[in-house]
């Protein structure tokens, strides 16, 4: 099956700094890279996600880089605010029909 | 849109109980899917469905049933519930298998005593 690592598990940062969280996937035919976002006690919800046609996407303090030749793919927070603590997945799809989650990781920003 | 709807949001079970998780979308998504999370272990694919009458297993099916009668619906059923099935479950549906958002339920906590 598919193999998606995330890497570090927890990250803390200083409110204002930036926050990097990067994964590595196994399937080579994946072409779809979300990330989400899940809040203590809530449900995931997705935040950014690039197509393998895309080396880099921007949303305000948020982007995603790919690099298909290596298999890995990171979210870029600048600029951190309180809000953003929280869990982050990154995901993949592989076979065309399933969706990989990462084991997360653990955001804190410190205010 | 109510999106995805998930019940109950709380259960607990005796060991050897069944059950059954309900998961409703009003996005006229094609797939569907159940997740469990785990401590640590992240988002684990149970099984999912690619349209009425399409199921499929994912990466951790044993213990669990699902069907899919309408595009709405996909239960997730627990034949014979174990302590090892304590974990929170997430139902998610998309608009086509490939490539597009998945939209979450807002999870079933469930603990098997």
């Known amino acids: 099956g598919e193999n998606v690592e995330q890497h570090p598990s927890t990250l803390s940062v200083q409110e204002g700094d930036s926050a990097v969280i990067k994964c590595t996937y196994s399937?080579?035919?994946?072409?779809?890279f979300p990330w989400y976002k899940q809040e203590l006690g809530k449900r995931p919800q997705l935040i950014i996600d690039i197509r393998s046609n895309v080396g880099e996407k921007k949303d305000q303090r948020i982007a995603v880089t790919l690099n298909k030749t290596a298999k890995h793919f990171s979210l870029h927070i600048t600029e951190t605010q309180p809000e953003d603590s929280a869990v982050y997945f990154c995901?993949?799809?592989?076979?065309?029909?399933?969706?990989?989650f990462g084991k997360g990781n653990q955001v804190v920003v410190i205010p | 849109n109510a999106g995805v709807t998930q019940t109950p949001k709380f259960q607990v079970l005796k060991t050897g109980q069944s059950m059954t998780l309900q998961c409703a979308q009003d996005m006229n998504h094609e797939y569907m899917s159940w997740y469990r999370q785990d401590p640590g272990m992240g988002l684990r694919l149970i099984h999912y469905?690619?349209?009425?009458?399409?199921?499929d297993q994912g990466e951790v099916p044993n213990g669990y049933n699902v069907s899919r009668s309408t595009t709405e619906d996909f239960p997730l059923r627990l034949l014979s519930a174990a302590p090892s099935q304590t974990s929170v479950y997430f139902c998610?549906?998309?608009?086509?298998?490939?490539?597009?958002?998945?939209?979450f339920g807002q999870g079933t906590r469930l603990t098997v005593v």
């Open positions: 399937d080579s035919a994946s072409n779809y």
């Open positions: 998610a549906s998309s608009y086509s298998h490939q490539n597009t958002e998945a939209f």
């Open positions: 995901a993949a799809y592989y076979g065309n029909n399933r969706l990989a």
């Open positions: 469905s690619v349209g009425a009458g399409i199921t």
